[in-house]
């Protein structure tokens, strides 16, 4: 039987994608930019705020001032989620500054007296993102599919891991915020390390937390890796030159030797979608370049102080 989804998170609408279940997406979220395809599909969310032309440190602010008042970063369009009449909406509990959380959109169906089955993909952990992805297969009746779509990013996964290994442990710092700064969590460290590489901030499946730039100081990375969440690669690029001092007081050799790198962050990192893989896959060619294939051009670029 078909169902109507609605996906308030981006990583769910990937999901479904490769699945090859768009075809029963009826509505997505405000974040979702990928596929192409399905991007006229109406949008059930929306931030409390305009990020439009804000500095980093000035969403940071606006995100906690939104947490104080409301008690949520986003809002749901009540009234466009019940002209949709969802059979399967898809959400999260990971990060209530990420997405809708999965609280929000079961108060959203019961205001409006909708029953919808609610798939909340929580992933914090590499092997967690694909349990998502089983997860949403269950969901949609397509359980052997999204086996079958495991299997193969696995096997990617481990091409990865089998071509670094012997290589020596490339030593990064790799951040996901910059004002004020965050190490990364969830499944980014995992990332790093099964790129061959020492992750030397951050906890694997743990959320990302903040730090002082202080904190930072003295470790000697031998690569920096600039991946702001949510940010595309031309607007990490622009924060990592507003923050140009800072990083060149913490990484001045990975800086000087060409091994500070910036990424499209919210494509390949920040979601736990199936996309994560190319991110792996994007750090090998950072690196180990000599083992692995270079990154596109628009996934990852050097970053210079200059």
């Known amino acids: 039987m078909r169902k109507r989804i609605v996906s308030l998170l981006a990583s769910g609408t ?30 059930i969310s929306r931030p409390r ?25 986003y809002e749901i369009d009540t009234t466009g989620l019940a002209a949709l009449n ?12 990420c997405a809708v959380p999965t609280s929000g959109v079961q108060e959203a169906l019961d205001s409006m007296g909708l ?9 914090h952990s590499i092997e967690e993102i694909f349990d998502s992805i089983v997860q949403v297969g269950e969901a ?38 910059l004002d004020p700064p965050f190490a990364p969590g969830h499944w980014v460290p995992e990332m790093v390390e099964a790129a061959g590489a020492e992750n030397l901030i951050g906890t694997p499946g743990q959320h990302s937390h903040q730090v002082a730039w202080s904190d930072l100081q003295g470790l000697d990375p031998d690569a920096l890796v600039i991946m702001p969440c949510g940010y595309g690669l031309e607007a990490a690029y ?3 030159n507003k923050n140009r001092d800072r990083l060149v007081e913490i990484a001045p050799r990975a800086i000087s030797e060409g091994r500070a790198f910036v990424v499209d962050a919210s494509a390949y990192f920040n ?18 370049p000599t083992l692995y294939p270079a990154a596109a051009a628009e996934h990852a670029t ?5």
């Open 140 to 177: 949609m009746g397509h359980v052997d599919v999204a086996q079958t779509q495991v299997l193969d990013l696995r096997d990617r996964l481990s091409t990865v891991q089998e071509t670094v290994s012997t290589a020596p442990k490339t030593r990064v710092l790799a951040i996901e915020w």
């Open 86 to 97: 969802p059979s399967v909406v898809l959400t999260q509990a990971v990060c209530e500054v």
């Open 14 to 43: 990937e999901i479904v994608n490769t699945l090859g279940l768009s075809d029963q997406l009826v509505g997505i979220s405000h974040e979702c930019d990928f596929p192409e395809e399905l991007l006229d599909l109406p949008r």
């Open 271 to 288: 979601r736990s979608g199936p996309r994560f893989v190319t991110g792996v896959e994007i750090l090998a060619g950072l690196f180990h």
């Open 115 to 123: 029953e919808a089955d609610i798939v909340s993909l929580d992933a």
């Open 49 to 73: 705020f305009d990020p439009a032309n804000l500095a980093s440190g000035e969403i940071d602010q606006a995100v906690r001032e939104a947490m104080a008042t409301y008690g949520s970063v």
């Open 302 to 306: 050097v970053w210079s102080a200059n």
């Open 238 to 240: 622009e924060d990592a």
